[in-house]
T-cell receptor, first 113, second 113 residues
Framework: NAGVTQTPKFQVLKTGQSMTLQCAQDMNHNSMYWYRQDPGMGLRLIYYSASEGTTDKGEVPNGYNVSRLNKREFSLRLESAAPSQTSVYFC????????????FGPGTRLLVL | AQSVTQPDIHITVSEGASLELRCNYSYGATPYLFWYVQSPGQGLQLLLKYFSGDTLVQGIKGFEAEFKRSQSSFNLRKPSVHWSDAAEYFCAVGSRGYQKVTFGTGTKLQVIP
């Protein structure tokens, strides 16, 4: 099992450009999450999907959209990137929520110039 | 709303010394408590979790944590730290009826010879 995979590993964007961060899990998990990690801020939840076909806003959803494409895949889209979105983005999944262990991907480092 | 406080941003310990990382939480229902570890450049990995029952929880890599309801704390401990324990540690809380897990801001552990 690959667990949780994320692409790309690193990306540089110019302000105003768009991009999609991809996430996939092969553990047959129902729930998936997108977090951003910034120094001194810990992990902040952007969006989550409790189950296939549902998505909900987390703590910091502004400037992002998500798609739960199927049970395996959960993508995060930045429609018009801003320097404030420079961060490390982590995708995670769990069997169910909220009491289950979350399994994290290796992260995507995004730099917006 | 649930929240987590990790009062120590950075801790330095000598190899072989004992370790205690502090975590305080607030919640609106029965808490689910977690400790995750993040090695440099990697995603988070679960160390241990508490849902109910015995308040002393054993985890991987020789870590343990104690749930103290009266103090709203879930401190992480290890009797003898190894150089490979140098990482960032995150406490997290979830609760029944609240579909998100909230992470603390993290404590960075440095281990000196």
């Amino acid at each position: 099992n690959a667990g949780v995979t994320q692409t790309p590993k690193f990306q540089v964007l110019k302000t105003g450009q768009s991009m999609t961060l991809q996430c996939a899990q092969d553990m047959n998990h129902n729930s998936m999450y997108w977090y951003r990690q910034d120094p001194g801020m810990g992990l902040r939840l952007i969006y989550y999907s409790a189950s296939e076909g549902t998505t909900d806003k987390g703590e910091v959803p502004n400037g992002y959209n998500v798609s739960r494409l199927n049970k395996r895949e959960f993508s995060l889209r930045l429609e018009s990137a801003a320097p404030s979105q420079t961060s490390v983005y982590f995708c995670a999944s769990s069997v169910d929520m909220p009491q289950e262990t979350q399994y994290f991907g290796p992260g995507t480092r995004l730099l917006v110039l | 709303a649930q929240s987590v406080t990790q009062p120590d941003i950075h801790i330095t310990v000598s190899e072989g010394a004992s370790l205690e990382l502090r975590c305080n939480y607030s919640y609106g229902a029965t808490p689910y408590l977690f400790w995750y570890v993040q090695s440099p450049g990697q995603g988070l990995q679960l160390l241990l979790k508490y849902f109910s029952g015995d308040t002393l929880v054993q985890g991987i890599k020789g870590f343990e944590a104690e749930f103290k309801r009266s103090q709203s704390s879930f401190n992480l401990r290890k009797p003898s730290v190894h150089w490979s324990d140098a990482a960032e540690y995150f406490c997290a809380v979830g609760s029944r009826g609240y579909q998100k897990v909230t992470f603390g801001t993290g404590t960075k552990l440095q281990v000196i010879p």
